[in-house]
T-cell receptor
Framework: LAKTTQPISMDSYEGQEVNITCSHN???????ITWYQQFPSQGPRFIIQ???TKVTNEVASLFIPADRKSSTLSLPRVSLSDTAVYYC?????????????FGKGTKLSVKP | EPEVTQTPSHQVTQMGQEVILRCVPI?????FYWYRQILGQKVEFLVS????????KSEIFDDQFSVERPDGSNFTLKIRSTKLEDSAMYFC??????????????FGPGTRLLVL
């Protein structure tokens, strides 16, 4: 399973765009990149998932370069409520391994 | 929007007692999971369940743990004889699992278990 590396913490201010980059140098051909968000004392919440290029939904955008060795989660115009831990995960879609392996994530603190 | 629900939200028990944590997965989902998160630590996979049997389990999921789908809606995690180190937040998750393919997992709000 590909290991991921992401910053331990990031600070931002309300209204700014936040970009969290994750490295996954050993990503395999069948691996997908997925991001989860977790608020204190709550379960992880799926944000976005992609395989290559760019994916956008109502919450975030995910940028994946051609070599797929990294990905960047982009949160437009963050608010205080976006303060949370963000996890980058790489997993094999459709393979025998279905469990998600969480790292320590990036703790995003949004200030007023 | 459909969601995974868990009961109870909090559970306090004495060491050595049995506890059952309950989950109601999203209704059309076929894959179910349990994860745990010890305070301040990472979310850890325990077990996955598909077609009424365990699909995968981690080293944490030893003989003290068991899972069951007693009816068409509930999915339970039983800890037979709790230990202090079982104190954690336990999350249930489910995914569609169409044709055996695992997809996005949706997590419940968790049950906070405290073993005294």
């Amino acid at each position: 399973l590909a290991k991921t590396t992401q910053p331990i913490s990031m600070d931002s201010y309300e209204g700014q765009e936040v970009n969290i980059t994750c490295s996954h140098n050993n990503i395999a051909t069948n691996d997908y990149i997925t991001w989860y968000q977790q608020f204190p004392s709550q379960g992880p919440r799926f944000i976005i998932q992609g395989y290559k290029t760019k994916v956008t939904n109502e919450v975030a955008s995910l940028f994946i370069p051609a070599d797929r060795k990294s990905s960047t989660l982009s949160l437009p115009r963050v608010s205080l409520s976006d303060t949370a831990v963000y996890y980058c995960l790489v997993w094999n879609y459709g393979g025998s391994q279905g469990n998600l392996i969480f790292g320590k994530g990036t703790k995003l603190s949004v200030k007023p | 929007e459909p969601e995974v629900t868990q009961t109870p939200s909090h559970q306090v028990t004495q060491m050595g007692q049995e506890v059952i944590l309950r989950c109601v997965p999203i209704s059309n989902h076929l894959y179910f999971y349990w994860y745990r998160q010890i305070l301040g630590q990472k979310v850890e996979f325990l077990v996955s369940f598909y077609n009424n049997e365990i699909s995968e389990k981690s080293e944490i999921f030893d003989d003290q743990f068991s899972v069951e789908r007693p009816d068409g809606s509930n999915f339970t995690l039983k800890i037979r004889s709790t230990k202090l180190e079982d104190s954690a937040m336990y999350f249930c998750a489910s995914s569609e699992g169409l044709a055996g393919v695992k997809e996005t997992q949706y997590f419940g709000p968790g049950t906070r278990l405290l073993v005294l």
